[in-house]
């Protein structure tokens, strides 16, 4: 099992702000656009607003991943496991496997969010 949950927090923090980014640089080039008075088409207005409508949707997703990972991490089941005297390391690793699971699913959504946004920059 490969897990490195700080190494995925770093991930995700790197994501998040890429994720941040890519809105930014389409609401940019709309501001741009709208300057010069190039008009949209409806092509382009339906793909930002499918892509505005799934970040919205994927962002919720995203932060009850990452506050159902705080509330795991928080409570310190893990290492109050750890420091017993009779140590469940099932109990620890089944812990650690879901904290990294949840990462990993943050990462993932993270991920398609980006791709999602920077293909929508290109046509818009």
């Given at each position: ?6 190494q995925d927090?770093?991930?995700i923090?790197?994501?998040?702000k ?14 741009l656009n709208?300057?010069m008075k190039k008009?949209?088409t409806?092509e382009q207005i339906?793909?930002?607003r499918d ?5 919205e949707e ?6 009850g991943e990452?506050d159902?990972?705080e ?9 109050k ?5 009779e140590?469940?390391y099932s109990a620890?690793?089944s812990?650690?496997?879901e904290i990294?699971?949840r ?5 993932f959504?993270l ?8 293909m929508?920059?290109?046509y818009i």
């Amino acid at each position: 099992m490969d897990m490195d949950i700080a190494q995925d927090n770093l991930n995700i923090k790197r994501l998040l702000k890429n994720k941040n980014s890519v809105l930014g640089r389409i609401q940019t080039k709309m501001a741009l656009n709208a300057y010069m008075k190039k008009k949209m088409t409806d092509e382009q207005i339906s793909l930002f607003r499918d892509f505005y409508e799934e970040y919205e949707e994927k962002s919720d997703k995203i932060n009850g991943e990452l506050d159902e990972i705080e509330v795991r991490l928080a409570r310190n089941d893990v290492k109050k496991e750890i420091l017993s005297e009779e140590t469940d390391y099932s109990a620890v690793m089944s812990a650690l496997k879901e904290i990294n699971d949840r990462q990993r699913d943050a990462i993932f959504t993270l991920n398609s969010i980006i791709e999602r946004g920077e293909m929508t920059l290109e046509y818009i």
